[in-house]
Nanobody, 123 residues
Framework: QVLLGESGGGLAQAGGSLRLSCAAS????????MGWFRQAPGKEREFVSA????????SYDDSVKGRFTISRDIAKNTVYLQMNSLKPEDTAVYYC????????????????WGQGTQVTVSS
């Protein structure tokens, strides 16, 4: 059973930074990709970024490109999302997700989810 656990959320001021972590367990993740999604109140869950576990290739939504960086530590089975230059519109619950195979930007394609961590950016 795959388990994903997010941490690192909290409150930040606009222009500030936070780093989210997603600890994964339950299997080896070769061939999987790990994604970050977010959901703001009253809005649908949206893609933020993803990374292929095997080769480290990445994908970003245009809204975070140049501000957020996704990375993974294979030895620790952990994926990170470094968020810089935060904006109030980044406020949301951030979820870590995983699926086998290629990166998709649609949440429905992901099989495993963490419980989410709240990120709040004040102006």
């Amino acid at each position: 059973q795959v388990l994903l656990g997010e941490s690192g959320g909290g409150l930040a001021q606009a222009g500030g930074s936070l780093r989210l972590s997603c600890a994964a367990s339950g299997r080896t993740f070769s061939g999987y990709n790990m994604g970050w999604f977010r959901q703001a109140p009253g809005k649908e869950r949206e893609f933020v970024s993803a990374i292929a576990w095997s080769d480290g290739s990445t994908s970003y939504d245009d809204s975070v490109k140049g501000r957020f960086t996704i990375s993974r530590d294979i030895a620790k089975n952990t994926v990170y999302l470094q968020m810089n230059s935060l904006k109030p519109e980044d406020t949301a619950v951030y979820y870590c997700a995983s699926r086998y195979g290629k990166i998709y930007r649609t949440s429905l394609w992901y099989d495993y989810w963490g419980q989410g961590t709240q990120v709040t950016v004040s102006s």
